[in-house]
């Protein structure tokens, strides 16, 4: 079943041209990589997909239905994003993982933080650590958490494993790999060699455009 539709969907600002005419079709349950040379425009093909930026030309469709016929909190809570840079917020990892709950009116669920966390070899001791005292993975681990405690049916990683240790990458390509089983359709973006040469679904983008 197709998911994701994206119809000749163009990206300007100001005078340049970052994506040009991108056709696209996303199946759900599956996992799309994208990669290709820096300054491509695979970022902000993601964040189109994500709402976060407006096309400049072209439709997206969701569902069979027009991005922007959604109600944007909505669409982002099935169509999540997870950053490159992990942007945590207030003191503890506590505070992460309580937001989803409070963005949906729903009491704070312990117990599925600490199932959670397990999923990405972090001790239940972890729910209550200072997030200052976290290293670069363990953030990376807990920002993708926060997006994944209420699944969503689309889950776009930003160059999520870059600049992590091979252990930390290995947890969250496990991890990637359980999200799919549950239905989860995953599109990520990557230089990573390894992740290149294992991918079940490749695409280039080059100069802004689809690489056929």
Do not use: W
């Not at 100001?14 to 349950?29: C, M």
């Not at 922007?68 to 992460?96: I, K, M």
């Not at 889950?155 to 494993?161: G, S």
Request: glycine content about 6%.
């Amino acid at each position: 079943m197709t998911l994701l539709d994206l119809n000749a969907v163009s990206y300007q600002t100001g005078p340049r041209l970052i994506l040009d005419q991108i056709t696209l079709s996303v199946v759900k349950g599956e996992i799309l990589t994208l990669t290709g040379p820096s300054g491509g425009g695979k970022s902000t093909l993601l964040r189109l997909i994500a709402s976060l930026l407006t096309p400049t030309s072209g439709v997206i469709l969701f569902h069979d239905k027009e991005q922007s016929n959604y109600d944007y909190t909505e669409y982002r809570q099935q169509v999540s994003y997870c950053f490159q840079q992990p942007s945590l917020f207030g003191e503890t990892v506590l505070d992460n993982l309580a937001f989803p709950y409070v963005i949906r009116d729903k009491e704070p669920d312990t117990e599925n933080m600490l199932t959670h966390l397990q999923l990405v070899d972090l001790p239940k001791e972890y729910l209550t650590k200072q997030i200052t005292e976290l290293s670069g993975g363990e953030r990376q681990r807990v920002a993708l958490l926060r997006n994944i405690l209420f699944l969503p049916q689309v889950l776009l990683l930003d160059e999520v494993t870059a600049g992590l240790d091979e252990q930390t990458k290995t947890i969250i390509h496990r991890l990637i790999k359980q999200l799919q089983q549950k239905g989860c359709t995953i599109i990520q973006v990557t230089h990573d060699e390894s992740e290149i040469k294992t991918a079940e679904q490749l695409l280039v983008i080059k100069g802004g455009r689809l690489d056929q």
